[in-house]
């Protein structure tokens, strides 16, 4: 009780419009539609189809089966050891464990970048560019003015991270 008098007596009326809210649904004495199995106007579907015991487990072994002639793809590393599609969640990594925000993304078909912001409030870049398969080159500047003890090790951190996700298994 206490707790609504001290709602009614904060100003402004979202306090007001909330308490009344919650009263309204606490006091709702309709039960949910999953406690009975009668039928509503408006339903698809009868409620009383319900699957027990083996056909239960049959509906859920036909799910999961595959359709007749599906070929799943293997699960391989990447071919060229670092998947082009890994480089948003690599920076995103990278930069997490370098506490380094990203702003934004921009990509391309063989260009990607990334507008980031340090922790004290600098707005850097980060480019990746394309050059063949497996090749690509990475430009770093976490900050206004490049800082070679900060842009290398997250250059770096991001090649390492690139090879690790190009390691997990994936269908090709």
Do not use: E, K, S
């Given at each position: 009780m206490t707790i609504c008098v001290a709602f009614?007596?904060?100003?402004?009326?979202?306090?007001r419009v909330a308490l009344l809210g919650a009263c309204l649904l606490t006091s709702c004495s309709m039960p949910?539609?999953?406690s009975d199995n009668k039928a509503v106007p408006g339903d698809t579907f009868p409620p009383d189809v319900v699957l027990k015991g083996s056909n239960a487990n049959a509906a859920i072994a036909g799910m999961r089966q595959p359709t007749v002639g599906y070929q799943a793809r293997p699960l391989v590393p990447a071919a060229d050891h670092v998947r082009w599609t890994d480089v948003p969640m690599a920076l995103r990594n990278v930069a997490s464990k370098q506490f380094i925000g990203i702003q934004s993304f921009e990509s391309g078909a063989d260009r990607f970048v990334a507008v980031t912001l340090a922790a004290d409030g600098q707005a850097g870049a980060v480019t990746i560019e394309r050059i063949s398969s497996g090749d690509f080159t990475v430009v770093?500047?976490?900050?206004?003015?490049p800082d070679a003890s900060k842009d290398e090790p997250f250059a770096k951190a991001f090649e390492a991270e690139m090879l690790r996700l190009g390691a997990i298994l994936r269908p090709q």
């Open positions: 009614f007596l904060r100003p402004g009326t979202f306090y949910d539609a999953a770093v500047q976490l900050g206004v003015f």
